[in-house]
T-cell receptor, first 109, second 112 residues
Framework: EADIYQTPRYLVIGTGKKITLECSQT?????MYWYQQDPGMELHLIHY???????EKGDLSSESTVSRIRTEHFPLTLESARPSHTSQYLC????????FGPGTRLTVT | QKEVEQNSGPLSVPEGAIASLNCTYS??????FFWYRQYSGKSPELIMS????GDKEDGRFTAQLNKASQYVSLLIRDSQPSDSATYLC????????????FGSGTKLNVKP
């Protein structure tokens, strides 16, 4: 069964805070992705990885960083949250196709 | 020019009709094509994948691919109100097939 998890599901945080959005998958997929999506809008690729110790910036890095120390884990970190970071963040892995996590809805006040 | 183009809609069809969703892409080297359905507030979920020219059918859904025209479509037969969602087209990068491009999605409304 395909499982990809994201925590937290909802987060409200003040400006300037450092936050880490967690993403884990149990399928052993090498390729993992972070997307940002505002309500009713398109997906924007933030970062992606095609294996341990490999990460690439997408079209919208949004002042965030990622790490890939283990195959199953791909966390996204915002060093200093800003109101412009308010959005839905979707993590995905790719095997035969994309599997998306449930998302983290982030609000920065 | 965007890598993947979709008509944003909304596309409105009556219940029981055929809904036709279209997608064009710019990278001639793209090899894998996917259709995802996304309900409001939810994550995208796979409808179909297609890799070769021609038609691929799965239940009420048919994907059509024409690489020469750089065009992929999704037909939904006997549309149901539960099909009302945004449909996303996704395409692999031809040069970098680790990278995927999503269209902005077409919103489909199926009226009872």
């Amino acid at each position: 069964e395909a499982d990809i998890y994201q925590t937290p599901r909802y987060l409200v945080i003040g400006t300037g805070k450092k936050i880490t959005l967690e993403c884990s998958q149990t399928m052993g997929h090498d390729k993992m992705y972070w997307y940002q999506q505002d309500p009713g809008m398109e997906l924007h690729l933030i970062h992606y990885s095609y294996g341990v110790n490999s990460t690439e910036k997408g079209d919208l890095s949004s002042e965030s960083t990622v790490s890939r120390i283990r195959t199953e884990h791909f966390p996204l970190t915002l060093e200093s949250a800003r109101p412009s970071h308010t959005s839905q963040y979707l993590c995905a892995s790719f095997g035969l196709h994309f599997y998306f996590g449930p998302g983290t809805r982030l609000t920065v006040t | 020019q965007k890598e993947v183009e979709q008509n944003s809609g909304p596309l409105s069809v009556p219940e029981g009709a055929i809904a036709s969703l279209n997608c064009t892409y710019s990278d001639r080297g793209s090899q894998s094509f996917f259709w995802y359905r996304q309900y409001s507030g939810k994550s995208p979920e796979l409808i179909m994948s297609i890799y070769s020219n021609g038609d691929k059918e799965d239940g009420r859904f048919t994907a059509q691919l024409n690489k020469a025209s750089q065009y992929v479509s999704l037909l939904i037969r006997d549309s149901q109100p539960s099909d009302s969602a945004t449909y996303l087209c996704a395409v692999t990068g031809g040069y970098n097939f680790n990278k995927f491009y999503f269209g902005s999605g077409t919103k489909l409304n199926v009226k009872p």
